[in-house]
């Protein structure tokens, strides 16, 4: 992989982890993912006026992908209400490259060579590891964190192959972010209401920014997994639990053990062996 998308993706996977914090540290984390959603739609609403449409082919997989982003948001914001960032993140990132990779075969015939797969395992093993505690996998809310995980596979998968039919990764991206950005919003109205959603509130403009800051990061994403296989990919883009561990110790008090440097050193190997 070149060393230019490998930076790239690393670059992302710092953002994204920023994002992931801003979530978490918000008292009403539906409501702010609901905000950031609207922020990505608005912005790709725009940018897709001066971009040429992607591929019909492609279409098919943006609006599946749109619909997984939500089932991915709905699950996230529920395991965050039940675990601390350190937690629930390593576990839904984490089980995410493995099943990427396996997907990645069997519906795009992607083909990992043996020391990538040893690569994406140590990086998937690692950060599973920093959500243990006392020699056990201690996190209250594990089953909706895996499901977390789930989705970032489906989702993952589904734009790999959208974005390589596009013939235009970057408009692919744009227009799923547009249908992703409307059928959150309608599911957040659906379940709270119009008023709740567009009343102001402390932390809007936070959401806000947020939400560009993610689409910039998953833009990142679907450019390199055009270029790389999607396995491979996936796992430099969770090394972000690193910045997650180091965000989570610095801004939101929660600890940093030995277990934790020892996993982010089994995370940095991992990563060394796939680039």
Not at 119 to 124: A, D, T, W
Not at 181 to 190: E, S
Not at 245 to 272: D, M, N, P, Q, Y
Request: with cysteine.
């Amino acid at each position: 992989m070149p060393i230019s998308t490998i930076s790239l993706v690393l670059f992302a996977a710092l953002l994204h982890a920023g994002w992931n914090a801003l979530l978490r540290g918000g008292a009403d984390r539906l409501w702010s993912m609901t905000v950031m959603c609207l922020a990505v739609a608005g912005t790709c609403i725009v940018l897709a006026l001066f971009m040429v449409a992607p591929a019909m082919a492609s279409w098919p997989y943006a609006v599946l992908s749109g619909v997984l982003h939500v089932g991915y948001n709905l699950f996230l914001v529920r395991s965050y209400r039940m675990g601390d960032l350190g937690q629930t993140y390593p576990v839904a990132r984490g089980s995410s490259p493995i099943l990427i990779a396996l997907g990645a075969a069997i519906f795009a015939g992607e083909h990992i060579q043996a020391s990538a797969l040893a690569g994406i395992c140590l990086v998937s093993g690692g950060i599973i590891l920093l959500a243990f505690s006392k020699g056990k996998l201690a996190v209250p809310s594990l089953p909706y964190a895996l499901g977390t995980g789930v989705f970032i596979a489906a989702y993952s998968v589904t734009d790999g192959i959208g974005a390589r039919l596009s013939g235009a990764p970057m408009a692919y991206t744009v227009w799923m972010c547009v249908l992703w950005g409307v059928l959150m919003p309608m599911v957040y109205i659906g379940r709270r209401g119009a008023r709740s959603l567009f009343a102001y509130r402390p932390g809007m403009a936070t959401a806000a920014a947020g939400g560009l800051v993610s689409l910039l990061a998953y833009g990142i994403v679907i450019q390199a997994m055009t270029d790389a296989p999607m396995g491979m990919v996936s796992a430099l883009r969770e090394t972000s639990v690193l910045f997650a561990a180091l965000i989570g110790w610095f801004f939101l008090g929660e600890s940093l053990t030995v277990r934790k440097v020892l996993a982010c050193t089994i995370i940095a190997a991992g990563t060394i062996i796939i680039g």
